[in-house]
């Protein structure tokens, strides 16, 4: 099992739809977790940071399962700007204690006119 | 403006030669780290440092070099001994070693 696991689509949705995509991981001591968008060619920037209790900007609404070891990530009514690349973030803890982030290889969504 | 910067932005070299990547940083932040990205692959981490005069490699470390001599800069140098060096540069840095991370701009390296 991959540490970080996503879909890797492409999800191919028509303007205004909903989307979730979903991260599992294999870590579960794991305690930050974060989505990070990516555009073609350039850096990936941070979306939004996961909380145990959910949380939610604009369109955007992360969720945390920590009993099924995933992550989530809802878009409501997408909008053409928002095909990118998503990608899940999870600080990962080795079997020497050693943590650090591990980013997954990332979903790729296309917003359809 | 608080930033990550790297350059350059596109970079070509000839196969066996050593190139450095530059990465300064004015965010204050104590850790800094290198990825590489393959068309169509994930990030993967070359070298990350916590502190400065401290480095550790991850997970792809062979035929790279860093150095982490002042807080705001982590250059990375690709040497002729990484078979493939061709890919997309990434540095990031980080308040501490769990929290987010924030990029810059990347290097574009070509070998020919």
């Known amino acids: 099992r991959k540490e970080v696991e996503q879909d890797p689509g492409p999800f191919n949705v028509p303007e205004g739809a909903t989307v979730a995509f979903n991260c599992t991981y294999s870590n579960s001591a794991s305690q930050s977790f974060f989505w990070y968008r990516q555009d073609c060619r350039k850096e990936p920037k941070l979306l939004m940071s996961?909380?145990?209790s959910g949380n939610e900007d604009g369109r955007f609404t992360a969720q945390l399962n920590r009993a099924s070891q995933y992550i989530s990530l809802l878009i409501r009514d997408s909008k053409l700007s928002d095909s990118a690349t998503y990608l899940c973030?999870?600080?990962?803890?080795?079997?020497?204690?050693?943590?650090?982030?591990?980013f997954g290889t990332g979903t790729r969504l296309t917003i359809i006119p | 403006d608080g930033g990550i910067t790297q350059s350059p932005k596109y970079l070509f070299r000839k196969e066996g030669q050593n190139v450095t990547l530059s990465c300064e940083q004015n965010?204050?932040?104590?850790?800094m780290y290198w990825y590489r990205q393959d068309p169509g692959q994930g990030l993967r981490l070359i070298y990350y440092?916590?502190?400065?005069?401290?480095?550790q490699k991850g997970d792809i470390a062979e035929g790279y070099s860093v150095s982490r001599e002042k807080k705001e800069s982590f250059p990375l140098t690709v040497t002729s001994a990484q078979k493939n060096p061709t890919a997309f540069y990434l540095c990031?840095?980080?308040?501490?070693?769990?929290?987010?991370?924030?990029f810059g701009p990347g290097t574009r390296l070509t070998v020919l």
């Open positions: 990031a840095s980080s308040l501490d070693f769990y929290n987010e991370q924030f």
């Open positions: 965010l204050n932040h104590d850790a």
């Open positions: 996961v909380y145990s």
């Open positions: 440092s916590q502190i400065v005069n401290d480095f």
């Open positions: 973030v999870v600080n990962l803890i080795s079997n020497f204690g050693n943590e650090k982030l591990t």
